[in-house]
């Protein structure tokens, strides 16, 4: 079973365009995450959520909405798409690290990434 | 706001050798973890060896082990017996007690055979 899946793996669409990616995870984490990998392969956080709460929300246009239905998803919504949105974006999820306890794994699953290009 | 550094564009590495792959960070933390991760062209992000920085002993994982130097906040990644499969994009993360991954920015590491 896949631990972080996220859909689609390749995202093609004409500027202007809306479009959402989905992510789900079977590995009961509390933290969901979306990072977003440019063309010169330099990661970088954009969102997180704890048990479906925004917790971290980096310098990203607000045309960038993620929505937490529950804790195993979080989905990236897209709206009016830019030629620089081309990226590839990682979902990825955790266990929380806010508690005091040390988890027993405190690394990151990241989905396998979903390839958008705008044209 | 801590960031990582990889010094190391571009690495290449003959086949059964062993290399080492470069990391620094900055933090103002005393506890924290530390990470590398493998990108193949596959681009699945591959968790490759973690280490907590409240631990003395340096972590291994098979052919892969870590020199993590706290004072001098660096933290190196060894692939001995290096392999054909082991070519790809490796990043150095950072994570303090909070839940977010600070990347470094990637060094490719190219296997001649």
């Known amino acids: 079973d896949t631990a972080v899946s996220q859909t689609p793996k390749y995202l093609v669409t004409q500027m202007g365009n809306d479009k959402s990616i989905k992510c789900e995870q079977n590995l009961g984490h509390d933290t969901m995450y979306w990072y977003k990998q440019d063309s010169k392969k330099f990661l970088k956080i954009m969102f997180s959520?704890?048990?479906?709460?925004?917790?971290i929300n980096e310098t990203v246009p607000n045309r960038f909405s993620p929505k937490s239905p529950d804790k195993a998803h979080l989905n990236l919504h897209i709206n009016s798409l830019e030629l620089g949105d081309s990226a590839v974006y990682f979902c990825?999820?955790?266990?929380?690290?806010?508690?005091?306890?040390?988890?027993?794994?405190?690394?990151?699953?990241f989905g396998s990434g979903t390839r958008l290009t705008v044209v | 706001a801590q960031t990582v550094t990889q010094s190391q564009p571009e690495m290449s590495v003959q086949e059964a050798e062993t290399v080492t792959l470069s990391c620094t960070y900055d933090t103002s933390e005393s506890d924290y973890y530390l990470f590398w991760y493998k990108q193949p062209p596959s681009r699945q992000m591959i968790l490759v060896i973690r280490?907590?920085?409240?631990?003395?002993q340096n972590a291994t994982e098979n052919r892969f082990s870590v020199n993590f130097q706290k004072a001098a906040k660096s933290f190196s990644l060894k692939i001995s017996d290096s392999q054909l499969g082991d070519a790809a994009m490796y990043f150095c993360?950072?994570?303090?007690?909070?839940?977010?991954?600070?990347f470094g920015a990637g060094t490719i590491l190219r296997v001649k055979s």
């Open positions: 959520y704890n048990n479906k709460e925004l917790i």
């Open positions: 993360a950072y994570r303090e007690y909070g839940n977010k991954l600070v």
């Open positions: 990825a999820s955790s266990q929380d690290l806010t508690r005091f306890e040390t988890a027993l794994n405190y690394g990151y699953t």
């Open positions: 280490q907590e920085a409240y631990k003395q």
